[in-house]
């Protein structure tokens, strides 16, 4: 069975409703499994006990946040075994233009220092799913699919 560890920060729940949207994703492929952890509440054990692994974060300042990056600038301690892993990320904000596509991308460039494999998207939201504000129910599509793809391509990765 593949694993695929949804991490999430969130002040307002929003980024949280889209942790669970993108765990339903995950649970729709057959074969892969989906948990979901605050990122106080992760490990780098948990991170390296997953395939894939999917960070979501709220917008600050077009960052993400402090408790993502503590946790990126933590597993320092473990370069390189992540290396091969499926990788992807999610983000809210406060709003059109607002800082949230390069929140995903400074977590898609931790990722990629870590040898992952990024998920991105040909049609639409390349970098990963966003909502402004409380996600709406195609913003919630969109996380799902997220975690759709990455559950898939993890399962490919590996069998």
């Known amino acids: 069975m593949a694993k695929v560890l949804v991490v999430y920060d969130s002040q307002t729940g929003n980024t949280e409703k889209m942790a669970f949207a993108v765990a339903e994703g995950v649970r729709q492929i057959e074969g892969v499994e989906a948990s979901v952890k605050k990122v106080d509440q992760t490990s780098l054990n948990d991170l390296l006990e997953a395939d894939g692994i999917i960070f979501g974060s709220p917008t600050y300042y077009g960052q ?21 892993k499926v990788g992807a990320a999610f983000t809210s904000s406060g709003g059109t233009a607002t800082g949230a596509e390069t929140t995903l991308l400074s977590i898609l460039q931790a990722m990629l220092i870590h040898g992952m494999i990024i998920q991105g998207r040909a049609d639409n939201k390349h970098y990963g799913a966003v909502a402004v504000e409380s996600p709406n129910k195609k913003e919630l599509e969109y996380c799902r699919a997220l975690g759709k793809r990455v559950a898939s391509l993890t399962l490919k990765l590996k069998r």
Do not use: F, N
Not at 70 to 83: C, P, Q, T, W, Y
């Open 64 to 84: 993400m946040s402090a408790k993502i990056k503590a946790l990126i600038d933590k597993s320092v301690k473990i370069h390189g075994k992540l290396e091969g």
